[in-house]
């Protein structure tokens, strides 16, 4: 409602992305969903249904995969949109929540299947991001920046930072569920952008 009150046309795209079925992710599965359960109903739950259960502060939750995204199916209808908008507005909304996670059969690589996963939203928007060439990578989060020293009485919020810096100091390692992703999301973009001649 609001993008058509200032003249944008919003075009939600239910969008395929493609993992391997294969990945490390599968091993561990690490990311929540669902509601929360007591240790017994959790206990039975995975008994019955096959769920992974870890606990999630005093209670427990399912957790399933979170492969990287490889593809995503709709990419050029994406960027078709972006460069023919008909002389309209045009925003398409693509890759919401990371995308339907689908894997390509091996026998039959035209044919896919469904996949029981979560694909990380910001890495799946870094990969989109990327693939449109896009200027820039935003990530809105309630969340302050990325922080030098960050919890010492020296800390400061950066106002830049190098992928290489972020790398060397484990930027977002402490926080796998919060700013982690993001801060990796955000050197897959910078380093996606520079290996296809963009800067």
Known sequence: ?????????????????V???YSEAFKDPSKFVGPVYGAMEAQALGESLGWVMKPDG???RRVVPSPPPLEILQIEAIR???????????????????????SRIPARPTTLQGVEAVIDKDACGAKLATELGADAY?????????????????????A???PEYLVVKGAGKG????MGP???????????????GRD
């Open 80 to 102: 078709t949109l972006l460069e023919h908008g008909n002389g309209k507005r045009v925003l398409p909304i693509a890759c919401g929540g990371g995308g339907i996670p689908v």
């Open 1 to 17: 409602q609001a993008m058509s009150c200032v003249g944008v046309t919003t075009v939600p795209i239910l969008t395929q992305v």
């Open 138 to 158: 935003l990530i809105l989060t309630d969340g302050g920046g990325i922080w030098e020293n960050f919890g010492k009485p020296n800390a400061r919020e950066m």
């Open 175 to 178: 926080f796998p569920g919060s």
């Open 58 to 60: 005093e209670y427990f």
């Open 160 to 162: 830049a930072a190098t």
């Open 182 to 196: 993001k801060i990796q999301a955000a050197i897959d973009f910078v380093e996606g952008s520079l290996e296809n």
């Open 19 to 21: 993992v391997d079925p």
